[in-house]
């Protein structure tokens, strides 16, 4: 049986070995500031859990997180049924991500991506795409770090003694809770 207190000490772990990239983490919150600042929008994508954890951060972007403050342009693009199942449809679940950037995108967006395996096909087409854009990107994967490391200028890589998916996500939105408290700071309303 899996006891609560072992969950915690996994819990621990990764959470000390992120000390070890937080210049990395605070640099991709003043990328992402700097994006918002100057007009551009947050893309995010992921798949299963990394997709909720997609949607949970656009929405603290573009409603708030803790303090009022104006919107902030942020869009999931793991959230338009309609989209995800005509594309998959039609197309690919390859390339239900890229589609959307290829539509949505403009030069000196910021796409943040997630993948706790870094091998996820549809998340490595979107950052090729988002690169052919001109888009900054982000991507947030597991301790593999998989394909995706190579193709991002910022890859936050949790590394860490564990590998279960679920501590590696609950690391994610610890990350992007982080971005959001940032946001908060920078837009805040007088």
Known sequence: MHRFNQVLVENQAVITALKQQTDQIEAAGRLIITCLKKGNKLLFCGNGG???????????????????????PAIALTTDTSILTAHTNDFSFDTVFSRQIESLGRQDDCLIAFSTSGNSNNILQAVKVAQEKKLKVIILTGQSAGNLAAFSEMAIIIRSPSNVTARIQETHILIGHWWCQLADETFMTK
């Open 50 to 72: 990394s997709a909720a954890d997609s949607q949970h951060l656009a929405a603290e972007f573009m409603v708030r997180y803790v303090d009022n403050r104006r919107p902030l």
